[in-house]
T-cell receptor, first 114, second 114 residues
């Protein structure tokens, strides 16, 4: 069975500071990893994905994530956070062939203060 | 940019009543999903649908739930006899392919069972 852990319920940073949201995963095969963001009363918006290739992937709104196979992690990062980045962030994993669903972590609430 | 649309945005129903939640996936997508989220918490997988049949379902998706793609555009989730604990945000999603495609989510239907 596949699973995702987001160890921090909340992350608070000052605007302009680096932002990191942590994610670790567990799958039986090669992982397909995704990050989504959710603003209040909205659906989930896709930010970026890792399928194969470079361990550092770049996505929307200046976000990037680093895949680390040995640590089974896929942390989301942004070099300089904006107040508008305040939202709920979800890490998700798909475990490979014959696995239709994405399994989501519990989410991390990011608050960026001005 | 094409998007997934869901109707209604908010549905209030009495316990024991049937509800149908409607979704129009992105037109060239082949895989369709329903997820639910209770009170802004974890996003839970309900069911995936491909080639006019259920490809995977969770333990939550019991006999009171059903899905249908009645025509070439709509994708519906029916709850036959609603319970108080069915109150949640229900999200429809679609994807172009399975393995490396992100899911694109609608803005959700907030279901309130009284």
């Amino acid at each position: 069975a596949q699973s995702v852990a987001q160890p921090e319920d909340q992350v608070n940073v000052a605007e302009g500071n680096p932002l990191t949201v942590k994610c670790t995963y567990s799958v039986s095969g090669n992982p397909y990893l995704f990050w989504y963001v959710q603003y209040p009363n909205r659906g989930l918006q896709f930010l970026l994905k890792y399928i194969t290739g470079d361990n550092l992937v770049k996505g929307s709104y200046g976000f990037e994530a680093e895949f680390n196979k040995s640590q089974t992690s896929f942390h989301l990062k942004k070099p300089s956070a904006l107040v508008s980045d305040s939202a709920l962030y979800f890490c998700a994993v798909r475990g490979g062939f014959n696995d239709y669903k994405l399994s989501f972590g519990a989410g991390t609430t990011v608050t960026v203060r001005a | 940019e094409p998007e997934v649309t869901q109707t209604p945005s908010h549905q209030v129903t009495q316990m024991g009543q049937e509800v149908i939640l409607r979704c129009v996936p992105i037109s060239n997508h082949l895989y369709f999903y329903w997820y639910r989220q209770i009170l802004g918490q974890k996003v839970e997988f309900l069911v995936s649908f491909y080639n006019n049949e259920i490809s995977e379902k969770s333990e939550i998706f019991d006999d009171q739930f059903s899905v249908e793609r009645p025509d070439g555009s709509n994708f519906t989730l029916k709850i036959r006899s609603t319970k108080l604990e069915d109150s949640a945000m229900y999200f429809c999603a679609s994807s172009e392919r399975i393995y490396n495609s992100p899911l694109h989510f609608g803005n959700g239907t907030r279901l309130t069972v009284t």
